[in-house]
C-alpha cells in the first residue's frame, strides 16, 4: 500500500521558514518524480516545486529564489525548504508522486500570517 505522509507545516510569520518532509513508503521512492502542489481556500490545485529522478527540479514563478525541494533516496523523502514566506503562501501543501501512477499525502496546513 502506497503511503505519503506530509509534516512539518504549522503558523509562521511572513518573512519566517518552514522545513515540509514527504516521508513515501510502498512505491519504488527513487523512481519517482516528487512533486510538492498547493491547493489554498476557493483556489484550484497549483504545482509549487518538482523535482524528478534525475534530480532536476523545476519551480512555480511565484516561489522561485524562496522555495528550494530536494530529496534524499535512502530516507525515502522529499522535502521543501520554504524561505520568506508571505501570506499568500497560505495554504495545504500536498506532496506528489508520480511515475507508472500518481499518489497523493493528505496535505499538510502552512498558515502565514501578516
Known amino acids: 500500500q502506497v503511503q505519503l505522509v506530509e509534516s512539518g507545516g504549522g503558523l509562521v510569520q511572513a518573512g519566517g521558514s518552514l522545513r515540509l518532509s514527504c516521508s513515501a513508503s510502498?512505491?519504488?521512492?527513487?523512481?519517482?518524480?516528487m512533486g510538492w502542489y498547493r491547493q489554498a481556500p476557493g483556489k484550484q490545485r497549483e504545482l509549487v516545486a518538482v523535482i524528478t529522478r534525475g534530480y532536476s527540479t523545476n519551480y512555480a514563478d511565484s516561489v522561485k529564489g524562496r522555495f528550494t525541494i530536494s530529496r534524499d533516496d535512502a530516507k525515502n523523502t522529499v522535502y521543501l525548504q520554504m524561505n520568506s514566506l508571505k501570506p499568500e503562501d497560505t495554504a495545504v501543501y500536498y506532496c506528489?508522486?508520480?511515475?507508472?501512477?500518481?499518489?497523493w499525502g493528505q496535505g499538510t496546513q502552512v498558515t502565514v500570517s501578516s
Open positions: 506528489n508522486a508520480r511515475y507508472r501512477d500518481v499518489y
Open positions: 510502498g512505491v519504488m521512492f527513487r523512481l519517482n518524480d
